[in-house]
């Protein structure tokens, strides 16, 4: 169907019904935006909530999910893991690690739950193995980051030895069954 | 690596409601704990991801007969071949650093390693059938995670490098043929509906792709504030029988409305693609699917939809290189393709 202006594609198309009878408006890309209507959006939602971010830098801290009001210049502007600062993961809609939630937390509120369509907290499925891992990573964390020294002053001899750490701390990993177990003793899974 | 050309999950024609939804997909995104995401993850640190999650991925309480693919080896044509089966996305097809992806035997698991997350994997079924693709997918999730950390927070649930899947880190998607919708002008309209039904409507090859074939990938955008059973009943039983029931009134009232026109284009797409001496992929996938649409119609007898569904697959400018066992031009490919498709039609 052509635009009613033009010879080119109608891709807005607008029916109304006034005193009984029917109005029907079809409008090209151009005449829709002339007319102010909406165009339908195909942008992946990344690419908006990047967008939203740069545009609301303000609204990190947003009163309306935290329930308390923080001046923004007190906001956190890196993650003290990764070093990931606002301004990249404004730039790119990314996170640098997992602790990003945290660091970040006042700023992603807000944008989580507008992306999200309301939803603020996770309801679906929990890892087994969520409450007994917290040891685990901190200690998997320090190996990589030495392992990771290690490589850039190529001491391989060193690098060989925490690789073998890292697979040993994967293998002494408890087993599913023995995890079933411990999931059955607590109802709700443990934080990070 | 050894990839043979041979029918694919997603285009058997057997899945419930199959006229409407070619094939359906889960996927889950998970992180390791302990790891900064890939995209600030050292060239070190990918290594290992790959080490660990091959160590684990390759085992049979993961899936049977998997097998493991290093992207950064593969030739650009191995690459595309597993991008046009559906098997990586086109931008971890795309990148530069340390990925690998494992495949089932049958293709209908795949594992990618160090895409936008550390692990993002997927479950594809023949027609709509998400109860059973979910629950392939989770069992799988269950064999992994029993065997490594995830990143989880109690409040987020799964953390994931874009804040836009964290919680369940879940997407259900369908491949949905809509050509009529497309004829009568009135995608748009499942376009917008689409978005404010928080749903994504996205190309052939999913984000950042065009639509090709009247083919679009429909899903949902919401991960985070519901199960993963309640997203994947509001997707499968409230919005998906919808679209489907839209296509087919669609198609009926192209039948009404006016049968000879609906005869002539699905005559005349078939015409050609039995006597044409060239052929572009979009054209050929444009034809195949007013053929495809014929068919279903009733409008056409006597050609086989396997084969057509086999054709959107073979067609394709990697497979059509594996075929011809050499590198083909873009003239040597549009003839390579139209000898193909006559030879599978017998024009």
Not at chain 2, 131 to 140: K, L, S, Y
Not at chain 2, 228 to 237: A, G, H, N, P, W
Request: charged share 25%; aromatic share 4%; glycine share 6%.
């Amino acid at each position: 169907m052509n635009c009613d202006f033009c010879n080119k594609p109608a891709v807005v198309h607008e029916v109304t019904v006034k005193n009984g009878e029917k109005h029907e408006v079809h409008l090209c890309e151009e005449h829709a935006a002339e007319a102010g209507l909406n165009m339908p959006g195909s942008k992946p939602i990344n690419e908006l909530l990047t967008k939203f971010v740069i545009s609301h830098p303000s609204s990190s801290g947003s009163a309306a999910t935290s329930g308390a009001s923080r001046p923004a210049k007190s906001a956190r502007r890196h993650c003290a893991t990764c070093g990931l600062g606002l301004d990249e993961f404004r730039r790119t809609g990314l996170l640098g690690c997992p602790d990003c939630y945290e660091s970040f937390c006042s700023q992603l509120e807000p944008l989580i739950e507008r992306a999200q369509n309301g939803g603020v907290s996770h309801l679906g499925k929990t890892p087994r193995r969520a409450g007994t891992s917290i040891d685990r990573q901190l200690h998997r964390r320090r190996l990589i980051k030495e392992l990771d020294h290690a490589v850039n002053a190529e001491q391989y001899e060193r690098a060989a030895q925490l690789r073998d750490q890292l697979q040993s701390l994967e293998s002494d990993s408890p087993s599913p069954d023995e995890d079933h177990e411990r999931a059955g003793e607590s109802s709700s899974p443990k934080p990070e | 690596m050894e990839l043979r050309e041979r029918p694919h999950p997603w285009n058997d024609h057997n899945g419930p409601h199959d006229d409407v939804i070619m094939s359906c997909r889960v996927r889950l995104a998970r992180n390791l704990a302990g790891f900064p995401f890939v995209n600030r993850a050292s060239s070190t640190q990918c290594h290992e991801m790959l080490r660990m999650a091959r160590r684990i991925v390759l085992t049979d309480d993961v899936a049977p007969g998997m097998i493991w693919v290093d992207i950064n080896s593969a030739t650009s044509r191995d690459r595309a071949l597993l991008m046009e089966r559906h098997l990586i996305s086109k931008n971890f097809s795309e990148s530069s650093h340390a990925r690998a992806v494992a495949i089932s035997g049958d293709e209908s698991l795949s594992v990618m390693v160090n895409e936008e997350d550390h692990l993002r994997m997927q479950l594809l079924r023949p027609g709509l059938q998400l109860e059973d693709a979910f629950g392939r997918i989770n069992a799988v999730d269950d064999a992994i995670e029993a065997r490594l950390d995830y990143a989880f927070s109690s409040r987020w649930g799964y953390l994931t490098a874009c804040p836009t899947n964290v919680g369940t880190g879940i997407r259900f998607s369908v491949m949905a043929h809509l050509p009529a919708l497309k004829i009568t002008g009135e995608i748009d309209r499942v376009k917008r509906a689409a978005k404010d039904l928080n749903l994504a409507v996205r190309g052939y090859y999913g984000e950042g792709t065009d639509s090709a074939g009247d083919f679009y990938q429909i899903s949902n955008q919401i991960t985070l504030g519901r199960s993963e059973t309640e997203l994947r009943d509001e997707f499968q039983k409230q919005i998906l029988p919808h679209i489907i029931q839209y296509e087919q009134e669609s198609r009926q009232v192209l039948v009404d409305r006016n049968p000879i026109l609906l005869d002539d284009r699905v005559h005349r797409a078939l015409a050609v693609l039995k006597t044409a001496r060239l052929l572009g992929v979009e054209e050929a996938m444009k034809l195949l699917s007013r053929v495809r649409l014929g068919l279903y119609l009733r409008r056409i007898a006597d050609v086989d939809l396997d084969a057509i569904n086999r054709l959107f697959l073979q067609i394709q400018p990697a497979h059509l290189q594996l075929h011809a066992e050499s590198r083909l031009s873009n003239e040597e490919m549009r003839q390579a393709r139209a000898d193909l498709v006559r030879s599978t039609l017998g024009g």
